[in-house]
Nanobody
């Protein structure tokens, strides 16, 4: 039985930081790339970071570039999303997701991912 469990969300003031965690079970994590997504009402699910199975390839969109940092530890079966300099526009529910990695790369499109966690809520106050 596989499971992805996000944690670390909460309420933070604008300019603050949060570190989200994704605990993975039921997978050999190094065989999967990890994506982080956020969902807000009316905006759909936006990819905010991804990291390849070996951790050597990462992507972030311009909206979070320089503020969000993705990392992973395959032996610990964990992935993290460090979020800095948060703004109210970063408010949403954040999800981690997995996709089989056959090319040591990752993608930010949600349709590419097969396995999802239940999400953790982030609220940034102004």
């Amino acid at each position: 039985q596989w499971q992805l469990v996000e944690s670390g969300g909460g309420l933070v003031q604008s300019g603050g930081s949060l570190r989200l965690s994704c605990a993975v079970s039921g997978f050999t994590l190094g065989s999967y790339y990890v994506g982080w997504f956020r969902q807000t009402p009316g905006k759909g699910r936006e990819g905010v970071a991804c990291i390849s199975g070996n951790g050597e390839y990462m992507r972030t969109p311009d909206s979070v570039k320089g503020r969000f940092i993705v990392s992973r530890d395959n032996s610990a079966k964990m992935a993290w999303l460090q979020m800095n300099d948060l703004t109210p526009e970063d408010t949403g529910t954040y999800y981690c997701a997995l996709r089989w990695d056959s090319q040591n790369m990752c993608r930010l499109e949600s349709r590419e991912y097969d396995h999802w966690g239940q999400g953790t809520s982030v609220t940034v106050s102004s």
